[in-house]
């Protein structure tokens, strides 16, 4: 319906919103955009609880419509029920307090001091477990928490998954830094050159830049969907890999937007279909292929055409330059290895504080006993630690899970496009993707929101979702670079 | 009002999208956007014409309100009245219409082809008599237009005040042409410096980076209110007066947005009050202050600095180049002096055609044959004539007669500035445009919407609008630089 379609069409200009406050915004605008941003989402939430859609939906009979219009139909339903769930006093308390912690938690993280910002996130804690509740009826509140991500997901299949992950990560991971560390990229990369070089490497990788761009921003994202998705990336001049990897991974997100099937163009089937297949695509691009033994070969000559010779003499010392393993404390920064036991750590703990087994009081302790259960040392300042990421603060429980979620489903799909695609390696040393990225296009990218998630990646690639195949990659990968 | 705040934020989304249609958006998402901003249209004609806005006004008592509340009642009936006067059927049709005929007057200009254009544009025009008369109800339609750009104005007053200017402007621009030229600027000026340059000279005359940016767009505009005003300009290697007078005129635009009160921010006195007191802005900044023999000396080293040695030996002969006459065609190349005859031809065709004393048919001849008796020579091709503007694919009649009448209130403020200032020139000749933004903030750009355009300019110069001011002014500066 065309109500419908102008609430994808605005929610689309909300995106953009976002986008530019990141990349062109003036400094001083903040205020009057924080009014902006609000007067767009009350008018989202308008839409999205609209007695007409309650109308609409229940006079529909689902069974006259295709496959698209049943899977259109389960997701505005979805939406419709979740937005009429939650009192509306509630969504503006939310609102109202996450948009305040984020400040309190940067101030926090900044001064190195969990208990300024303990009080605003036992706040926060406290709307979302009511508001988990509300959702979740008679069911598991972080289950129902899950279902903003991650549709169909639950607790109990993570349990597992993670459960059979993080034995073999934590040894592959002491395993590993055993080992002698190989050499580390150094010296300086001009700004301007990585900027040049990431935006040839995500043509590369088969962003369409007629339908997109690439900018700078803090953090890098991408945004967006349809014919207009745009990502940014990052500079250092001393690391010109966060650049190009960064780029890669929002190339990832970016080309499954640009993707989807254009006939499902401002419905709700055309946005990639949960954070965690989301992150397969991401993931994929950025690690099965873009840290590749046979791309990083392609990438060696890419950066010498760029910046002259470097200190790594060969491809192949490149590749363990790209690959190198190393202590530390930071999610974001972390490598292939070690990400997951990030991850699996902040899923414990929203779901303690989630399910009342812990209170914000006692995060930092637990946070601080799980870091050197896993990683063997202690967390040194909380900037390195409970504060480091902004989710908490923003109400953002449920989310975590679906990046690791989204390495294994990348596992799998690397799987079964290397027994479909022979020669991925002799192509990716060619610096030509196409076979691996029109795969993941025609198994998966260009039907959207068609099927559920974990259906998602079923189609692809044929088996239920496991963590093996991520599993059996990672221990192959880093055993043959370190000589285990 | 929240709702009405809201609204407002809700418009200064929309203007932005329009500014990243013009800077930033990929050229593939044409489409895409075209619903997007479909959308927001939507929703903001939904709450302008929103029954509770009348409610509103129905309760109020504008009486015991102060006189910005007044004023603001005063903005936000017209607003309501004036969108609730309008068949929905035939906003919409206007808006198909108007969409569609954009891209054909394109082509046609493109093709030199009016016979192209002018069925569609009969169609607007059609439409827009129509609206006019809903508009007008037992009034002029032509003037009931003119408020959708100027309110107040009547097309009596732009009559006489353009009658006055007609001949004086003709006889001026005949004895101008009929001197010997002066040398005009030559030689190549890199893109980059020009828009280096023209961010400094942006600065100079006080707009404000903190709440806006300079980029490059096909066609210089102003965009947003208050803490997010971004304006555009254009590079041409072989000239660079038109970066940056064409930035110095938008500074005019965004200084004016960046100035008003900031207690008015996303209220309806947020914005400039009207289009013609807008252009005072713009062109005073432009013309009266940058074309001006003290701004040009200061301009003069500012270019020798940015691009060496020019073939123009010293300070009087660049500021003799800034302001050279020349034939032409073209309204947005022309000069001070022959640019209001190009508006006075556009005003009297419009009028005609809303008034059905011409129709569209007979546009082209009515064009060229006044355009021969004002210029003293004939148009060579359509897209010289009478299609070389948008406006009337847009339905934007009434609209032409807002950049003359700026032009004029330009002259009176002119006047007053400088009988207020009267060491303006010294300090203009040093780079310091202070004193003249200074006394412009204060006297006009600091009010906003408070006070009714005519009325915004009798309280800023204390005196009734006229063209004298403007008329002796321009027989001052070119009888001087051109010896009459």
Redesign the interface.
Known sequence: MAFQ???E??G??SG??GW?QET??????????S??M???E??LHARRTDPRVGEWLAAIDGAALDAAGQAQLRLIRRSYERAVKVPARLSVELARVTSRSQGIWAQARADGDFAAFAPTLAEVVSLKREEGAALAAEGDVYDAMLQDYEPGATADQLDAMFGALRPRLVALREAVLAQEKPAALTGEFDDAVQMKLTRKIAETFGY??????VDKAVHPFSSGS???V?ITTRTNPADPFNCIYSTIHEVGHGSYEQNIDAAY??TPLGNGVSMGVHESQSRIYENQLGRSHAFTSFLFGEMKQAFGEMNLADAEAFYRAVNRVDGGFIRTESDEVQYNLHILLRYDLERALIGRSLEVADLEAAWNERFEKDFGYAVDKPSNGVLQDVHWSLGLFGYFPTYTLGNVYAGCLHEALRADVPDLDARLAEGDTSPATTWLREKLQVFGGLREPRATIEHATGAAPSEEPLLAYLEAKFGDIYGL
Chains 1, 2 share one sequence.
Not at 24 to 33: K, N, V
Not at 208 to 213: E, F, I, K, Q, S
């Open positions: 379609r102008e609430t069409a605005l689309q200009v953009r919103l530019d062109m915004m003036p400094r001083g605008a903040a205020e009057q955009r009014e902006e609000a007067a767009m009350t008018v369409d830049m007629t339908r997109g761009r349809g014919q207009d745009r163009l401002l």
